[in-house]
């Protein structure tokens, strides 16, 4: 498999090359992409005036730059794009509740895969991804979710290939699984596990990731559509679709693995309604800079 996650994207080559620090960037930066918090539904900030999120713009303080820039259609997001065209989501609704999600991305090629999600009292239990690659690799992509007091705390996600010569044929790529804990209305921790088939002779590469020290303002993550941010999740840490299930935005993070260990915290700038503007990493670790309409 190709670009299929971009947090895979030092873990998979054409033969699912082995990289034992999935999550670092090319400077070797876990906290690339770990970014302000998320959570779930349109909110306000400390006005009550109501925003939706316009674009964000990741500055990893290298000089690298990535804008997300989000689309609505009568408050309701449709569609989401990147400065780099490394990947373009667009969302189809059936009344209030996301029905489809196709994910575009372009790395060495391009990549399609095609969601259907189904509910269970408005919350968002599977998704079912079908995709095909620009060479002609196919696979499908199975999505669950589960809840525990109303809140998302574990997202599963399979990966499956279909052999080119025989469709009938499929084969385990990998699983991976998304544990999500709160304190109050905020992830407290966030265990990210990456499992491969018995086939494949790799251990599990988990990253924990704790979050602290959270403001009262509103995340500007959580006023996109919790069922995007749940599937948006599986396309890499540098969306921060995980950190949108969280209230409020969260002033220290630590990224750790089995191996290493990395911290930064977060200044951040508010505009009169309460939204976050900026927010700046310590030790140089990149900016975000928000945009609303």
Not at 33 to 38: A, E, M, S, T
Not at 105 to 123: A, M, V
Not at 188 to 202: D, R, Y
Not at 238 to 252: E, L
């Amino acid at each position: 498999m190709k670009h299929v996650l971009n947090i895979f994207a030092l873990i998979f080559s054409a033969l699912l090359l082995f990289s034992c620090e999935p999550s670092r960037d090319e400077n070797g930066d876990y906290l690339f992409g770990v970014n302000p918090n998320p959570n779930t539904n349109p909110g306000g900030g400390t006005s009550g005036n109501l925003k939706n999120l316009k674009s964000v713009t990741f500055d990893d303080g290298t000089g690298e730059k990535v804008t997300y820039n989000y689309t609505y259609a009568a408050d309701k997001l449709i569609g989401v794009t990147t400065s780099d065209n490394s990947v373009s989501y667009t969302i189809l609704y059936d009344n209030n509740l996301i029905d489809k999600i196709t994910v575009v991305q372009d790395d060495t090629g391009i990549t399609t895969t095609d969601f259907t999600l189904t509910y269970n009292n408005g919350q968002l239990v599977e998704a079912k991804g079908v995709g095909s690659e620009e060479g002609g690799n196919s696979f499908t992509n199975t999505l669950t979710a589960f809840y525990t007091n109303n809140k998302v705390s574990k997202v599963l996600s399979k990966m499956v290939g279909i052999d080119s010569a025989d469709p009938t044929v499929t084969y385990e790529l990998f699983t991976l699984q998304s544990d999500i804990t709160y304190a109050g209305n905020n992830i407290s921790m966030w265990k990210f596990t990456t499992l491969f088939p018995a086939t494949v002779p790799l251990p599990a590469i988990v990253l924990t990731s704790t979050f602290s020290d959270y403001d009262n303002k509103k995340n500007p993550f959580n006023t996109l559509p919790e069922a995007f941010n749940i599937v948006s999740s599986l396309y890499g840490l540098d969306s921060t679709a995980v950190t949108g299930f969280s209230a409020n935005n969260y002033g220290k993070v630590t990224v750790a693995s089995d191996s290493d260990s990395q911290s930064a915290t977060y200044t951040y700038t508010y505009d009169a309604d309460g939204y976050p503007t900026k927010a700046v990493a310590s030790n140089n670790l990149g900016t975000l800079t928000f945009t609303y309409q």
